[in-house]
């Protein structure tokens, strides 16, 4: 009879001989844990019962935070892949050729997303660009760690890439560049106003190993020069490579846009107002075009003169 002691009795006492049938009642409450704002899995008017057709929804378990834990790090890594890709990548500043606008050992974050849309590098832009031939030859290459290669990869720390360099944009196809003496620089006969140039340096160095010269930049390149001029072996001192100094457009990484690092050096890296003072060459198409209108209009005028004379010709017949 002991089995029957588990059913409810019926409120009143009766001879245990004489058992009371048991009423149905709500099986006993689960430790299942519905999800906070989640469906209890019982309709209206539901007394509790397991319906045992499956048409009841049951709750999902949620998932703990350490299972979607290594997810979460696989997207942002995809991310942080991407925007190193195609829209910033922080570099860092390994010497001394861009002072005082850059100091040895800044972090800089360069716009990769424009050039994808076609932008080329403009005059007085601080640009990143892989060495165009042997630029670096003979400096030292770092050495990072597998966890320092495999962040910078990532784009989660500044390039570990020893083939880039860091230079402003002084003149670009078309532009003809010249230094003479100490300075100051020209760009297409104007001279320029360098107040970025280093204190104590002067726009142009006097040697023989290529302080002193006048360019041509041809269609594609780019001709470059460091800010801190007599410490960068910028273009001036590879004109005997195969691109003659000059650095190939495609070359060009991204534009630097900001210092990013040490916080006591954030500031942004703007176009300097000196090369707001329309330096830019005449083309060769629109000299053309401009020689070419009176030599027309002197045509025309001569083709009417000459048929006003044979048309009086004709009526003094």
Not at 215 to 220: A, C, H, N, Q
Request: net charge negative; hydrophobic share 35%; with cysteine.
């Amino acid at each position: 009879m002991g089995d029957l002691a588990v059913g409810a009795r019926s409120g009143h006492e009766g001879p245990e001989d004489k058992p009371e049938r048991p009423e149905t009642t709500a099986p006993p409450a689960t430790e299942h844990v519905v999800p906070s704002g989640g469906d209890s899995g019982a309709g209206d008017g539901d007394d509790g019962h397991d319906q045992g057709d499956g048409d009841a929804p049951k709750p999902k378990k949620q998932r703990s935070f350490w299972k979607e834990l290594p997810l979460l790090i696989g997207i942002a890594l995809v991310l942080a892949l991407l925007i190193k890709t195609f829209l910033v990548q922080a570099f860092s500043i390994p010497s001394d050729s861009m002072q005082n606008t850059l100091q040895q050992g800044d972090r800089v974050l360069v716009d990769k997303l424009t050039p994808w849309f076609g932008s080329e590098p403009e005059r007085g832009e601080v640009v990143v660009f892989n060495d165009p031939d042997g630029w670096l030859a003979g400096e030292p290459a770092p050495n990072p760690n597998a966890i320092q290669t495999a962040l910078s990869w990532i784009g989660l720390m500044p390039s570990a890439d020893e083939k880039d360099l860091i230079k402003r944009v002084v003149a670009v196809a078309g532009d003809t560049i010249e230094c003479k003496g100490t300075g100051p620089l020209k760009v297409n006969g104007k001279e320029l106003d360098e107040p970025y140039v280093y204190p104590g340096n002067t726009p142009c160095s006097v040697d023989d190993s290529g302080g002193q010269f006048k360019k041509t930049v041809p269609t594609g390149k780019i001709w470059v020069m460091g800010d801190h001029r007599q410490n960068s072996l910028d273009s001036r001192y590879h004109q005997q490579d195969d691109n003659k100094g000059f650095v190939p457009v495609d070359n060009v990484v991204g534009r630097a846009i900001v210092v990013a690092w040490p916080p006591t050096r954030w500031s942004t890296l703007p176009v300097p107002e000196t090369f707001d003072q329309g330096l830019s060459a005449a083309a060769p198409g629109a000299l053309g075009l401009a020689g070419a209108v009176p030599l027309v209009l002197w045509r025309r005028r001569r083709i009417s003169v000459e048929s006003a004379r044979v048309s009086g010709r004709a009526t003094a017949r």
